[in-house]
């Protein structure tokens, strides 16, 4: 509904109004993350707590309810790049289906609720690289400059240590016992997908994480506005 009333029918209006609805996106999703790292405690090291959730409702309900919204946004978005491919690349949509797919999966069977909902902290990356596309044209100026310097950054701290030396890192060393003592097949299966899922991600923020490499490398982004989802 908001893409369609946004203004604006060529490519560069459909990325522009497809980067005003990601904000939205990390603006309510990233403030309610964060807040709930820095107000309550976070037990990775207890696969009851990532796999169940915690104890109390209201804070159960605040994971679920965010990855719900997530989960919404997430198939939007998917929709739209599906219609308009010069909003991202491939690598997107394959984001999209394993985060998206896995976020829903985890709220229905009310499983790793909690590895999703922190995961999210992940996206604090997200705005720069939409502002960074957005002030593309002033590109000596200061929001282009500080936006690309933030989202290395942010990107590498985010997606890089926090979510996977951190927060997979710990998963993948507390939960193939916790799965296997688990009396369900169905509920070891979902359990050990989640993971599979969770690996795949990292393998996304790898690749992606070497675009950023090649365009510092090369030395490029000092002269002209790169596009990643060109870099091959």
Same mark, same amino acid.
């Given at each position: 509904m908001m893409f369609r009333i946004l203004p604006g029918r060529d490519q560069d209006s459909i990325k522009l109004k497809s980067?005003?609805?990601?904000?939205i996106h990390c603006l309510v999703t990233i403030a309610s993350c964060v807040t709930y790292w820095m107000t309550n405690p976070v037990y990775l090291s207890s696969p009851d707590f990532m796999v169940n959730g915690p104890e109390g409702q209201f804070e159960t309900d605040?994971?679920?309810h965010t990855i719900a919204f997530s989960i919404g946004y997430f198939a939007s978005d998917f929709a739209l790049i599906l219609s308009n491919p010069c909003i991202a690349g491939v690598d997107m949509i394959a984001h999209h289906i394993i985060i998206g797919g896995f976020f829903?999966?985890?709220?229905i069977d009310r499983c790793c609720t909690s590895y999703h909902f922190l995961f999210i902290v992940e996206e604090i990356s997200t705005p720069f690289l939409? !502002?960074?596309? $957005?002030y593309r044209e002033h590109k000596d100026g200061f929001v282009y400059q500080s936006c690309q310097l933030l989202f290395a950054v942010t990107f590498f701290f985010s997606r890089l240590?926090?979510?996977?030396?951190?927060?997979?890192?710990?998963?993948?060393?507390v939960l193939p016992a916790y799965i296997a003592s688990l009396?369900?097949?169905?509920?070891?299966?979902? !359990?050990?997908? $989640?993971?599979l899922a969770c690996t795949l991600s990292r393998g996304l923020n790898l690749f992606w994480f070497s675009k950023v490499v090649r365009i510092v490398a090369r030395g490029d982004y000092r002269k002209r506005h790169v596009d990643e989802d060109k870099i091959r």
């Open positions: 980067c005003y609805l990601s904000h605040w994971m679920r829903l999966l985890g709220l939409n !502002l960074r596309w $957005q240590v926090v979510g996977t030396g951190y927060v997979w890192f710990t998963g993948v060393r009396p369900s097949a169905l509920r070891r299966v979902h !359990l050990a997908s $989640q993971l």
